[in-house]
């Protein structure tokens, strides 16, 4: 059983930045979703369990970076730039796989994960 916990949400302007941290207990993949009132789970980025592997969607590229510490499994996801449209439940996630290529191809399904956190809220004013 892997237990996750976020923090960092809260209320900022549009074109300011959040960090958002996972504290896991164990070492796994970790992948960001995230989830507005009204609206599907959406996947946000993953990492492996080294953190040589990142993924992201297409409508944060370029904005948001994911990161771990694996000193304390700690994983981090920092999002530039923030819109409006970013306001959302923010979840953490971890999928128990081994093989880093059936994790790979599958990192932006909610099926992959098998463990999540409570979420954290992030609320963006215009």
């Known amino acids: 059983q892997v237990q996750l916990v976020e923090s960092g949400g809260g209320l900022v302007q549009t074109g300011d930045s959040l960090r958002l941290s996972c504290a896991a207990s164990?070492?796994?993949?970790i992948a960001w979703f995230r989830q507005a009132p009204g609206k599907e789970r959406e996947s946000v980025s993953a990492?492996?369990?080294?953190?040589?592997?990142?993924d992201y969607a297409d409508f944060v590229k370029g904005s948001a970076t994911i990161t771990r510490d694996n000193s304390d499994y700690t994983v981090f996801l920092q999002m530039n730039r923030l819109k409006p449209n970013d306001a959302a439940v923010y979840y953490c996630?971890?999928?128990?796989?081994?093989?880093?290529?059936?994790?790979?191809?599958?990192?932006?399904?909610?099926?992959?994960?098998?463990?999540w956190g409570q979420g954290t809220q992030v609320t963006v004013s215009s």
């Open positions: 996630a971890a999928s128990s796989v081994d093989n880093i290529g059936d994790w790979a191809r599958n990192w932006a399904r909610t099926s992959a994960y098998d463990f």
């Open positions: 164990e070492r796994t993949f």
């Open positions: 990492i492996s369990r080294t953190g040589l592997s990142t």
